[in-house]
Nanobody, 116 residues
Framework: AQLVESGGGLVQPGGSLRLSCAAS????????MSWHRQAPGKERELVAT????????NYADPVKGRFTISRDNAKSTVYLQMDSLKAEDTAVYYC??????????WGQGTQVTVSS
């Protein structure tokens, strides 16, 4: 099983980025997906979650109204659209696949830097 994130980079405050996480080696459509981030010197934190069919999403308070999680089960890919980015959004972003009773999968992370 593998999760590969992409789409990170350097962006100015107020800008946007779209992260992608491509899954392979497991039944993507049966897993809930989530995005997490870890800033230097801080613990990894949950950013957003989406259910296996995509019918329900949840967001951490710092990103509500600015970030949108979505998924395409036909492409085995989950996305994180990030708008109105702030310096405090700078972190390594990871995707995670979760299914009750199974070991979760993590991606390797993609760096997002928000700076002028």
């Amino acid at each position: 099983a593998q999760l590969v994130e992409s789409g990170g980079g350097l962006v100015q405050p107020g800008g946007s980025l779209r992260l992608s996480c491509a899954a392979s080696g497991f039944t993507f459509s049966s897993y809930a997906m989530s995005w997490h981030r870890q800033a230097p010197g801080k613990e990894r934190e949950l950013v957003a979650t989406i259910t296996s069919a995509g019918g329900s999403t949840n967001y951490a308070d710092p990103v509500k109204g600015r970030f949108t999680i979505s998924r395409d089960n036909a492409k085995s890919t989950v996305y994180l659209q990030m708008d109105s980015l702030k310096a405090e959004d700078t972190a390594v972003y990871y995707c995670k696949a979760t299914k009750w009773g199974y070991v979760p999968y993590w991606g390797q992370g993609t760096q997002v830097t928000v700076s002028s």
